[in-house]
């Protein structure tokens, strides 16, 4: 028997808080690891030398997460371009909760030595191919389903994830290192990890109930699925990827030292405690959820480069008074500081997806947009938080971090610049008769 008919506007509900709860999830996950990152891997999993060789070493670990993140792309575009959207995110969505839950239970380098940083590494890389594979069909199944002039704000629900993930993450190691007092550093930083479990519980059930995209369905009935859709997405598109991948560099490679590194800078740089850093990244996080989807709406009214250019262009001028107000020292204007960033940074989120997914043919664009985002994360995202630990380490201030924050605002207003817009209408595909009726449940 089949299964019961859904009205679209049921379709589309269930597929935006699908893609908003998946993402959620598997960004908790990401972050959660970059935060143990800053505050105690180096003393569990790197220790010995100097305070900073151990720093580099935890961040040297989340950077490989970022370099397996195009893997994922290209191993669930594959099958999402194939087989479609809804399946590919069930299993995404299990993979990276495997690889935090297995993180939390860990032993440490002083009980298993040195294959404790070799486990937490490839850990950390079945977390990075799923997420890498989690992005472009959380993105496609929510942005397929809304309405063509509205796909900024339909694209920017899943690009939620990552304030409530982050929200999530942060707010529970503060809760838990609060709670456990002097005990985090020995088994209260496990707790986060442990708690996956539950949340991936409750994703699990949602996408049971979400209904194929319906672009995808559209391209398998004009017999339109590509083999091979990788080969297919750099034979066809190979600027839009390589572009999509630059054009990220002002907003990826920033936030991460916006959220990550800043931890490292507040407590060995500044020598101020942790706990008010991870309020101030919480309160940044909770507008996020505001300003995401407006900047998302406001990219359907004004379009997507304009508001995307005003993000880098913020950005950039950002990057001096940025640490100017950490160095302070002042509770207040450091506070400031971490609100601002990442609301820059949403100027650019919001109509990120859109941005770039519309840039892809519909029968290539899992593939396409997947590869083309998480190749920010090697070039990006994965070595920001390295890199900006290392100016530091090797000039003592924060002027040269700055100045790579600028360079990256740079690179990606050249690529923004010279990205095509491309039309999104799917082969096969007749929109009018798409958005009536209802659909039935797959």
Known sequence: MSAPAVTREQAVRRATYASVVGTTIEWYDFFLYGTAAALVFPQLFFPGGDNFAGVIAAFGTQFVGFVAR???????????????????????????????????????????????PIILTVLRVIQ??????????????????????????????????????LVLSTGLVRLTSGVTGSDFITYGWRIPFLLSIVLVGVGLFVRLRVVESPEFEAVRKADK?????????????????????????????????????????????????????????????????????????LSDRFGRKLVYGIGIVATALYAFPYFGLLNTRDALLMGV???????????????????????????????????????????????????????????????????????????AMVALLLLPKRSTAAPGSTESRTHRGRVRHT
């Open 337 to 411: 500081a971490v609100v601002v960033s990442l609301i820059f940074h949403d100027v650019q989120y919001g109509p990120q997806a859109a941005l770039i997914a519309e840039s892809f043919d519909a029968d290539i664009r899992y593939t396409g947009a997947g590869m083309g985002y998480q190749l920010a994360s090697v070039i990006a995202g994965g070595p920001a938080p390295l890199i900006a630990a290392a100016l530091l380490q090797e000039t003592g201030g924060s002027t040269a971090i700055s100045i790579y924050i600028i360079i990256c605002a740079a690179v």
């Open 225 to 297: 699925v590509v083999q091979v859709p990788l080969m297919e997405a750099f034979r066809r598109q190979p600027k839009e990827i390589l572009l999509s991948a630059f054009v990220r560099a002002s907003e990826q490679a920033p936030f991460y030292i916006f959220i990550t590194f800043v931890i490292t800078y507040a407590t060995k740089q500044l020598k101020t405690s942790s706990d008010a850093i991870l309020v101030d990244t919480l309160i940044a996080a909770a507008l996020g959820l505001i300003s995401i989807p407006v900047f998302g709406i």
């Open 70 to 116: 195009p893997v994922g792309a290209a191993i669930f575009g594959h099958y999402g371009d194939r087989i479609g959207r809804k399946t590919t995110l069930m299993v995404t969505l299990f993979l990276m909760a495997f690889g935090t839950v297995l993180i939390g239970v860990l032993p440490t380098y002083q009980a298993i030595g040195v294959w404790a």
């Open 128 to 165: 990075g191919i799923g997420v890498g594979g989690e992005w472009g069909g959380s993105v496609l199944i929510a942005m397929e389903w809304g309405q063509q002039h509205r796909r900024g704000l339909s694209a920017s629900w899943p690009q939620m994830g990552v304030p409530l993930g």
